[in-house]
Structure formats: structure tokens, C-alpha cells
């Protein structure tokens, strides 16, 4: 076989298998990002119940006063027959032998804490201290979990000796048999919807609205304020010092071992891991020289840019790298300076890779968790003013994914927040990418033309 044979076995090889890599990819990227946006879009598009609207109104004063009272009046209405059955058997119960009316009283007392749970509090009762406890189910997925509930109680089969207890769901109703509350399960699953009125809602709120009662009202504007805050402040440190730096090691640098040191330095900084930036931005912004007293946006935004800049450095590097000889050459025979032949021809002709570093680079930032932990981040608070970013910390996306999932105490009730969040931070970093694209390509066809 010949040698040109050879080179095109191998060339082919080596396409099919370049190729196969990238459907591949793409395939991996389906399957992670195709349930995270379907389930995320849900924190912005659901049925909302009535529950939600009167919540909209006491909360947030969003919705039709008239309108949202006119609901929350039928939906009363039919909620009443369920209190009316209540009230009757508790009055029935007190006719009954101590040890049945002990019993009844405490399977009552649960039935009671799941209608609390789906309809909110009773009408006359007094009102909750926790906003959680103060509303009903403000979707209607939720509140088809929490009819489950008010339906069924777990339970665990052991006639099977040779394996552990198997949890099991059985009907509620029969505890009730024979007594004025059983009619009630069955009302309640027959007019669930005349109770709860869902209706289907784009909610924009999510975006603009405050996180109340630990996110299990509102939405997320404190974390996407502070995720551009943190994110702004580490670009307005970074790209500066960055793109001069990537200037000196490309135009002035001399090829010595104190370059090369530092160009060393720069790639091994690019692959230290993000938590060892966090400790350091704790020891040297907070504790050393005292960016802030504490935690802040301020020691966040500097330990980001730290982060970033070698990734800035390199690929400034490549970018001005890339431009031609010639161009400097042509610069500096029409008698420019070396300063002047770098701002006016060099940096233009090399801003479309510079761009797409920055871009990159800002999209890191957004999504890091590890360096804001010890420097910025906070699990609550309200969105801060600008003026406040230099002195207080601030939730932020990536650090709120993270507690949402492993530490909040209702972790099932605000799935939606969570996926929510994560649609929002890959949309984010989507669109950045997305624009640095665009923007490359208006820059490279100005250039040519």
C-alpha cells in the first residue's frame, strides 16, 4: 500500500471519528440540557391556583384586586362543605367511648394538617406566623401531590417476613368508615379544581419578584442581581489587567527565563482549582487587607477576576498573536510608534479573539460557586443597591442552586425554584456565548471589508 493510500486511511479515520465525537457531545448535551430547560421553563409557565393569585395580591400587589376577590370567594364557597364535615364530626366524636374518641381525634388531627396543607388555613382560625402555612398549594401540580396526601397515608407491608417493611399508600377514608367525615374524600378528589381554580400562567414574576419565606413564595431577583454584580465587577478586574498583561508578554516581553517563568505561572494559575481562589480571596481580600469587614460583593468580584485572568491573559494572547506580522510592520514604516501601531492595527484586528475570551470568560464567572462561597455569597437576602455591593454580600445563582438542592429544608415543594434557577444560569451563559459569536462575526467581516 502506498504512502498517499495511507495518508487518506487515515485522514478519513480520523474525520469519522472527529465527527462521531461531536454528535456524541451534542448527544450528551441533549440529555443534560433538554430536562433541565423543559423542567426550568416550569418555574415561568404552570397552572397556578387560586392560592397563587391571592398571594400575588397580599404579597407583591401584582394582579386584579376585583377579579382575585371574586375567586377567592368561590373558591371559598366550595371549600365550605368540607368545614361543614369536619365540624360534624368532631361534634360526633365527642358522643363516643373515650379510647375510639382518642383515636378518631388523632386521626383527625392529620387529616386536618393535610387540608391545611392543600386549602391553606380554615376559615376563623388564627393566622399562621410561617407565610408557608398561611396559603394553600400555589400549583396545581403541588396540589395534586398534596390531594394524594389528604387521600392516602403511608404505610409499610411486612407479610412478607424475608424482606424489609414495603412502604404502601392506603386509602385515608377507611379510618372514617361509617362516620360523617367519609363523604369527604371523595368531594374532595371529585371537586378539587372548583376548590383551587388552576389556571395556566406565564409568570414573569419569577425574574422580578423577591424570594419570600425561604423561596417557597416569589422568585429570584436578589440571585440574578448579584450574579451580575459578582459577574461585572470580576470583568471590570480582569479584562483590563488581562489584555495589557497579554500585551507586555506578546509585543515587549523578551524571551528570557523570567518570561518564560511567568508565562509559566499564568497556565499553571489557569489550572488551580476555583476553591483554592476562594480561601485566598478569604485570606488576602477580607482577612489581610480588608476589602470589606466581611463577606461582600467587592471580595467576590476580585477573587472572580483573579480566577479569570489567566483564561484572559492566554487567550488575549492567542488573539494578538494570530494577527499578522505585516500588520505591525506596515504601521510602523509609515512612521507610527510601537504603542500606536499595537492600538490602532494590532488590538483592532485582534478584538474579535479578545472578545471571545472576555465572553468566555464571563460566562465562567457567572457560573462559579466554589471562589463566592467564602467571599460573597449568601442563601438569603434582598437585592442590593450599587452602593452596597462594596460593604454587603448577596445571593447569587450558582451558590443558591447548590443550598436549594442539598440544604433547604422543603427541598421537594420548591423543585420548580431550583430547575428555575438553573434554566436562568444556562440561559445566561447561552446568550453570552451566543453574542460573543455575533459579535465576532460583525467584527471580522468590518475587518475584512
Known amino acids: 500500500m502506498s504512502s498517499r493510500s495511507t495518508r487518506r486511511i487515515?485522514?478519513?479515520?480520523?474525520?469519522?471519528?472527529?465527527?462521531?465525537?461531536?454528535?456524541?457531545l451534542a448527544a450528551a448535551l441533549l440529555v443534560i440540557l433538554v430536562p433541565i430547560l423543559i423542567k426550568g421553563?416550569?418555574?415561568?409557565?404552570?397552572?397556578?391556583?387560586?392560592?397563587?393569585?391571592?398571594m400575588l395580591l397580599d404579597l407583591y400587589e401584582t394582579g386584579d384586586r376585583a377579579a382575585v376577590e371574586t375567586e377567592v370567594a368561590a373558591a371559598a364557597k366550595a371549600r365550605e362543605p368540607v368545614y361543614a364535615m369536619l365540624g360534624a364530626?368532631?361534634?360526633?366524636?365527642?358522643?363516643?367511648?373515650?379510647?375510639?374518641r382518642r383515636k378518631l381525634k388523632s386521626d383527625c388531627k392529620d387529616l386536618e394538617k393535610a387540608l391545611n396543607s392543600l386549602l391553606g388555613p380554615a376559615p376563623g382560625t388564627t393566622q399562621p406566623i410561617l407565610l408557608r402555612q398561611r396559603y394553600g398549594q400555589n400549583r396545581w401540580d403541588r396540589a395534586q401531590v398534596a390531594i394524594g396526601k389528604v387521600l392516602y397515608e403511608e404505610a409499610y407491608d411486612y407479610s412478607d417476613s424475608s424482606q424489609m417493611g414495603k412502604k404502601i399508600l392506603v386509602p385515608r377514608v377507611e379510618r372514617f368508615r361509617g362516620t360523617s367525615l367519609e363523604p369527604l374524600f371523595d368531594y374532595v378528589r371529585d371537586q378539587s379544581k372548583a376548590m383551587l381554580l388552576p389556571r395556566w400562567i406565564f409568570y414573569g414574576g419569577f425574574l422580578t419578584h423577591t424570594s419570600r419565606d425561604a423561596h417557597f413564595f416569589g422568585g429570584i431577583r436578589a440571585e440574578v442581581l448579584g450574579t451580575f454584580y459578582l459577574t461585572l465587577g470580576a470583568m471590570l478586574f480582569a479584562v483590563p489587567m488581562g489584555v495589557i498583561a497579554a500585551i507586555y508578554l506578546v509585543e515587549y516581553a523578551r524571551d528570557n527565563w523570567l518570561n518564560s517563568l511567568i508565562r509559566s505561572c499564568v497556565s499553571t494559575l489557569a489550572g488551580v482549582p476555583s476553591i483554592v481562589f476562594g480561601l485566598f480571596g478569604l485570606a488576602f481580600f477580607i482577612n489581610t487587607i480588608h476589602v470589606s469587614g466581611s463577606k461582600s460583593v467587592l471580595a467576590g468580584s476580585l477573587t472572580l477576576g483573579l480566577l479569570i485572568l489567566p483564561t484572559l491573559i492566554r487567550a488575549s494572547e492567542e488573539a494578538l498573536r494570530a494577527v499578522p506580522h505585516t500588520y505591525k510592520q506596515a504601521a510602523l514604516s509609515l512612521g507610527a510608534s510601537p504603542w500606536k501601531s499595537i492600538t490602532t492595527v494590532i488590538l483592532p484586528a485582534a478584538l474579535p479573539g479578545i472578545l471571545t475570551g472576555i465572553v468566555i470568560s464571563m460566562g465562567r464567572a457567572a457560573g462559579e460557586t466554589a471562589p463566592i462561597i467564602f467571599t460573597a455569597a449568601v442563601s438569603v437576602g434582598q437585592p442590593l443597591t450599587l452602593l452596597k455591593t462594596l460593604t454587603q454580600p448577596t445571593p447569587a445563582l450558582s451558590w443558591n442552586?447548590?443550598?436549594?438542592?442539598?440544604?433547604?429544608?422543603?427541598?421537594?415543594?420548591?423543585?420548580h425554584v431550583q430547575y428555575g434557577m438553573v434554566f436562568t444560569l444556562v440561559l445566561l451563559v447561552l446568550l453570552l456565548n451566543l453574542s460573543a459569536i455575533v459579535i465576532r462575526a460583525r467584527l471580522s467581516r468590518k475587518l475584512r471589508v
Open 10 to 24: 487515515l485522514d478519513r479515520a480520523f474525520t469519522g471519528l472527529g465527527g462521531f465525537s461531536t454528535l456524541l
Open 41 to 54: 421553563f416550569g418555574a415561568f409557565v404552570f397552572r397556578e391556583t387560586v392560592e397563587h393569585r391571592r
Open 89 to 100: 364530626f368532631k361534634k360526633e366524636v365527642e358522643a363516643l367511648p373515650a379510647p375510639e
Open 401 to 415: 442552586i447548590y443550598n436549594l438542592c442539598t440544604e433547604h429544608e422543603a427541598v421537594d415543594e420548591i423543585r
